[in-house]
């Protein structure tokens, strides 16, 4: 069984930076791409971010390029977050999942049976 533990959020001010971590264990982490994806209030989950096998590739979506750097450490089986210049708009709920597909294609919510309980981030304006 497969099991997700995200950590790392709090409350920040917009401008305001924080990393999250995620701790999956259950699967050899190394054969697995990773990706974070959040819920903000009221709305639909979504996919933020994915790194491969070896964190050689990464996808972002648009709103979060340039200011979300996801990362991995297969030592350690965790992957990573940074968020910095955060905007209220980035509130929301984060979780890590993983898979074995193409980065583009881990955007697609259907394709996760399990997810962790997440770690919120609040960004005040």
């Known amino acids: 069984q497969v099991q997700l533990v995200e950590s790392g959020g709090g409350l920040v001010q917009a401008g305001g930076s924080l990393r999250l971590s995620c701790a999956a264990s259950?699967?050899?982490?190394?054969?697995?791409?990773m990706g974070w994806f959040r819920q903000a209030p009221g709305k639909e989950r979504e996919f933020v971010a994915a790194i491969s096998r070896s964190g050689g590739s990464t996808y972002y979506v648009d709103s979060v390029k340039g200011r979300f750097t996801i990362s991995r450490d297969n030592a350690k089986n965790t992957a990573y977050l940074q968020m910095n210049s955060l905007k209220p708009e980035d509130t929301a709920v984060y979780y890590c999942n993983l898979a074995q597909l193409p980065l583009a294609t881990m955007k697609d919510l259907n394709l996760y049976h399990y997810w962790g309980q997440g770690t919120r981030v609040t960004v005040s304006s």
């Open positions: 259950g699967r050899t982490f190394s054969n697995y791409a």
